[in-house]
């Protein structure tokens, strides 16, 4: 219904009075005049809504961009030949704790080679190992005695980027003093203390002291001894103290024993409670002939009114004092007590070295039953025997007639998951070899080799030597064939081989074991070995057939030479065929480019002939690059056109 516009004004002065105090007349009026209806400016409302939920206003948008995105602080550069901090623990999360586990899995499987594998392949993975899943490898690595295999995938893993800490600098360190590489253990220490981002620890220094004792070097120990303490600022460690104090001993030192005693006892302030160095201190009163004050100081450390602190390693320096001064029955009775306090996990009073210097105190005694009954026992205390506790017991029966005792040893091995090594074979062979067991000796050595294991040259040598000696020319001969390409052998073994063929007239088998050292280009037929094979085939007046033997491998290596370089002529012969199958006027039906082609060739076939037929290599050279260089060009004006 249309209002005249008397009308209008009067609906228009009323509204303005009424709503005067709410809000300005002018909008409400527009406003509530826009819309036909109620209903029609409600469905408005909720479009423009919609509307700005869809798409807000710059100005809004912009303000929830600046609130979502934080002030940044620009990075400093930093040194690209900087070292790389390591990674927190808190990264081993999510996707890596996963890759870990699993790794941790195959680890404790005893497969290692397939746990370090795996490391490597995940290194360029979308899920890369940390520090902490490698140092899990290098140490189960590091158990077993894998020394090549732990270096190799260091090696790997710092040429991945991946940043060692301070555990992964111990387990390298703790794999050079095993390997007797102590001068290289401590050029990793300088390299350690000099580039590292984080200063070494406290086992650090356990590693290293322990490490060095065990190589002699005692000197080398006490300075890092002073160093750890002096520049370091570690407080005294009474285990570094035992490790020097036991080097002091292995010399025969008990002045350095005791000083080193009072040392820590001036720097503890006044007394030791840590019994690990009580031990070494009754073998340096053993050592001066003071039965009576070892004994006060065994009382002292283990008595009943005690306030030593004991530990395993305390009380297996104590039974190794005992055992080794002829006090073996108070061994026996500090080791039941010893078992009677095991109670793990919260009591450790045994471990593994406790057996082991039982084991040693009851074949001191011969007492061997004894020795193995405990080494036996040792499962029931949570020990469990490596390679080495099998090896030294398997030692000390060999060398007191028991080798049968010692290959039952061996056979428990495997159904323990202890793998044998080289000493284990080794050991076993030579104790075969002195009780004329000649062909179980030479089975021990094919195991060892069929295991994958690597004898060296001294196992090797020891092998064949007694093959000969009783006769056995061939085993000894297939014994060569088999570990030539393993062994790195010098020329006293080659003589050796060559004398004993001599010796048992088989000069046809010395031709072909010269052949065949010919043919290997590793091996080195020097003049040395020349003479002495001429001398050993002149006994038959045969030394004609060696000159004619390597006169006979010269031409064949000439004639493969020529083979070689005739290949190589063919194949730059195919070459320049198929340069000369690109030529533009085949290829476009360049009729003005071929005339130009034809007329070139033919004057260098002119001037060729004129030269004698006779064309250099740089002269087909030169015309190869102007044929490729012409189809360029005429590839260029096609392609324009």
Do not use: W
Not at 74 to 79: F, L, T, Y
Not at 357 to 374: L, P, S, T
Not at 569 to 598: C, D, H, I, M, Q
């Amino acid at each position: 219904m249309a209002l005249s516009k008397p009308t209008f004004f009067t609906h228009l002065k009323v509204l303005t009075t009424h709503h005067h105090r709410h809000s300005p007349p002018f909008v409400i009026t527009l406003r509530f005049l826009s819309f036909s209806s109620p209903e029609e400016a409600a469905a408005e409302r909720r479009r423009r809504k919609r509307r700005q939920r869809i798409e807000p206003p710059l100005s809004s948008l912009h303000r929830a961009q600046q609130q979502s995105q934080p002030q940044q602080i620009p990075k400093p550069i930093q040194n690209p030949n900087a070292p790389k901090v390591p990674e927190p623990i808190s990264e081993v999360s999510g996707k890596r704790l996963d890759l870990h586990n699993r790794i941790l899995t195959l680890i404790r499987q005893n497969d290692l080679e397939e746990a370090a594998l795996f490391t490597r392949h995940s290194i360029y993975s979308n899920c890369r190992p940390t520090i902490y899943t490698v140092n899990a490898v290098l140490n189960a690595q590091l158990r077993q005695s894998k020394y090549s295999d732990l270096l190799s995938l260091h090696r790997f893993i710092i040429q991945a980027g991946v940043a060692p800490n301070i555990i992964t600098h111990n387990l390298i360190l703790q794999t050079y003093l095993d390997c007797r590489k102590p001068d290289t253990a401590l050029e990793h220490y300088k390299q350690l203390i000099n580039d590292a981002p984080f200063n070494p620890s406290p086992t650090t220094y356990r590693i290293l002291i322990k490490g060095l004792v065990d190589n002699g070097k005692v000197e080398k120990a006490l300075e890092l001894k002073d160093e750890m303490v002096v520049i370091k600022g570690f407080t005294p460690d009474p285990l570094v103290y035992h490790y020097l104090m036991v080097g002091c001993a292995r010399n025969s030192d008990s002045d350095g024993v005791f000083r080193l005693f009072e040392e820590l006892k001036e720097k503890m302030g006044g007394s030791v409670d840590d019994g690990v160095v009580y031990g070494v201190l009754m073998k340096g009163y053993f050592m001066r002939g003071m039965e009576s004050e070892a004994m006060e100081c065994y009382e002292e450390a283990v008595g009943e009114n005690s306030k030593v602190k004991m530990s395993a390693v305390a009380y297996n320096s104590v039974l190794d004092a005992l055992c080794k001064n002829g006090k073996f029955d108070e061994a026996l009775r500090l080791f039941d007590r010893m078992v009677q306090e095991h109670n793990p996990p919260r009591r450790l009073a045994v471990n593994l070295g406790s057996f082991n210097v039982m084991v040693d105190g009851y074949c001191a005694q011969g007492r061997f039953e004894d020795a193995i009954e405990v080494f036996r026992k040792m499962g029931d205390y949570r020990c469990n025997a490596d390679v080495l506790s099998y090896n030294n017991l398997i030692d000390q029966l060999c060398k007191n007639g028991l080798l049968v005792k010692g290959e039952e040893l061996y056979g428990e091995m495997d159904g323990k998951g202890v793998k044998p090594d080289e000493y284990t074979y080794g050991l076993l062979m030579d104790t075969c070899f002195e009780e004329n067991r000649v062909d179980d000796g030479a089975a021990y050595f094919r195991k060892m080799v069929d295991s994958g294991l690597r004898p060296n040259l001294a196992v090797y040598n020891r092998l064949v030597d007694k093959l000969v000696s009783v006769g056995k020319i061939d085993e000894a001969k297939s014994f060569y064939d088999l570990m030539v390409k393993k062994l790195k052998m010098d020329n006293a073994s080659y003589k050796f081989m060559m004398t004993a063929l001599a010796d048992a007239g088989q000069m046809d088998e010395l031709l072909k074991m010269v052949e065949a050292m010919l043919d290997d280009e590793a091996i080195e037929f020097d003049s040395e070995l020349q003479v002495f094979a001429k001398e050993l085939l002149g006994r038959d007046n045969r030394e004609e057939e060696l000159t004619e033997l390597m006169e006979k491998k010269e031409r064949e290596k000439a004639e493969a030479k020529a083979k070689e370089a005739e290949a190589a002529e063919a194949a730059k012969r195919s070459a320049r065929a198929a340069v000369s199958s690109l030529l533009p006027s085949k290829l476009f039906g360049n009729k003005e480019n071929e005339t130009e082609s034809n007329t070139t060739n033919g004057n260098a076939v002119e001037e060729t002939s004129a030269n004698g037929g006779v064309q250099t290599e740089k002269e087909e050279t030169v015309e190869e690059a102007a044929v490729v260089g012409s189809a360029a060009d005429d590839m260029n004006l096609n392609a324009t056109r």
